[in-house]
């Protein structure tokens, strides 16, 4: 399973890569997490793109042409120091590719 966390510049979706990297690995799972930025994504990107809070209008536009899930983090996501909440919004998401944190489906 493959990951990507954007942000603006990379600089702090490489933070929840990394946190959802570790709880993932706790947890068991075997998924390649990695930070970029809006204009890194291709549609080979990942099997789940996470938007940081911050770049919530991008994400409109991104599921109009990305056929992977697409979620804007909540507003306290750099509070998760464990990733452990990452991971399961993650989760949730993958088993259910309609559900997000906006509770679009």
Not at 22 to 34: H, I, K, P, Q, S
């Amino acid at each position: 399973m493959k990951i990507l966390v954007i942000c603006g510049a990379g600089a702090s979706s490489t933070f929840v890569a990394q946190r959802l990297r570790r709880a993932a690995e706790a947890a068991g799972l075997d998924w390649d997490t990695a930070a970029g930025t809006v204009q890194s994504v291709t549609e080979s990107s990942a099997d789940l793109i996470l938007v940081g809070p911050h770049l919530k209008e991008r994400a409109v536009d991104l599921r109009e042409v990305l056929p992977m899930p697409i979620v804007v983090l909540p507003d306290d996501i750099f509070d998760d120091r464990d990733g452990r909440r990452t991971l399961a919004l993650s989760r949730a998401v993958l088993a259910d590719p309609r559900t997000t944190s906006e509770g679009r489906s």
